[in-house]
């Protein structure tokens, strides 16, 4: 199955339908016309006009319906079709995509198709989308607007060393650490967002992609003269998976602020 060959269907038999509605209100206006004139002569033409319309109207109707009928939605995201075709959408927009059916990261975003309901969840969103070109160009543009959108890398470091503070200060009742030990990084984002809200409003996805461009600033300096430092692994539990920015794939996993002996 591939929506864009119904897609393309559909659209000559919806064409065909307004085309119709537009015939009909053509003849409905210049029938008005005619009666406020007077020229009852002209109507027996416009009936006709009104009554082919509205046939062929419908016989566009039923034979676009027959067409939505025949397209089997749930059958399209259950066999694998739909996934692929994204993908291959994915890979012509430059979209960057991991993951395996039926939930995909399209860094920072977390996709999941789910056939029963026929939509897609993109983060906590559901969308109504069978058409995988138009789901991959709208996740396109949203990704577009977040790399445009600013980011103040010493702001964002400062926020995420008082987590780290208040996440060794926590950690060290039960077992002492050093003020500059490694903390998952994953751990902290609980420190970052407490209540439930914030974490809607500040999901683990706008995480990783704020770590992402943390994580491409060199040699940032935090104003009591701590400096950071990230590690990376692939394949730990606990490891965020990020684009460097050089658009390639990393797995970081702790953070250290500390200070130069």
């Known amino acids: 199955m591939d929506y864009e060959q119904f897609y393309t269907a559909a659209q000559l038999c ?3 339908l307004k085309d119709k509605i537009d015939s009909q209100s053509r003849a409905v206006k210049k029938l008005q016309k005619c009666l406020a004139d007077g020229d009852v002569g002209t109507l027996p033409k416009l009936f006709n006009t009104l009554r082919e319309a509205s046939q062929e109207r419908e016989e566009a109707l039923i034979r676009l319906e027959a067409l939505a009928e025949g397209f089997d939605g749930q059958e399209y995201m259950a066999n694998g079709d739909f996934a692929a075709q994204m993908l291959e959408y994915c890979r012509l927009l430059e979209v960057d995509v991991h993951g395996s059916y039926p939930t995909y990261e399209m860094f920072p975003c977390r996709v999941t198709i789910n ?36 980011f103040n890398a010493p702001a964002f470091a400062k926020e995420l060393s008082a987590a780290y503070d208040i996440a060794i200060i926590k950690a060290s009742r039960k077992k002492a650490l050093a003020a500059d030990a490694s903390l998952y990084l994953s ?9 439930r809200r914030h974490k809607k409003e500040y999901t683990k996805h706008n995480f990783a992609y704020d770590l992402a461009r943390l994580y491409a600033v060199n040699d940032l300096t ?40």
């Open 14 to 16: 919806a064409k065909e």
């Open 187 to 195: 751990d902290l984002y609980e420190f970052l967002t407490p209540m």
């Open 115 to 150: 056939p029963e309901t026929q939509d897609v969840s993109v983060d906590r969103k559901r969308m109504s989308c069978l058409r995988p070109s138009k789901l991959v160009s709208d996740i396109k543009k949203e990704l577009d607007k977040l790399a445009k959108a600013s």
């Open 222 to 261: 935090l104003d009591d003269g701590r400096k950071m430092r990230f590690d990376t692994v692939r394949d730990a539990k606990k490891a965020i998976r990020i684009l460097d920015q050089n658009g390639s794939e990393q797995y970081i996993t702790t953070v250290k602020f500390y200070k130069d002996l």
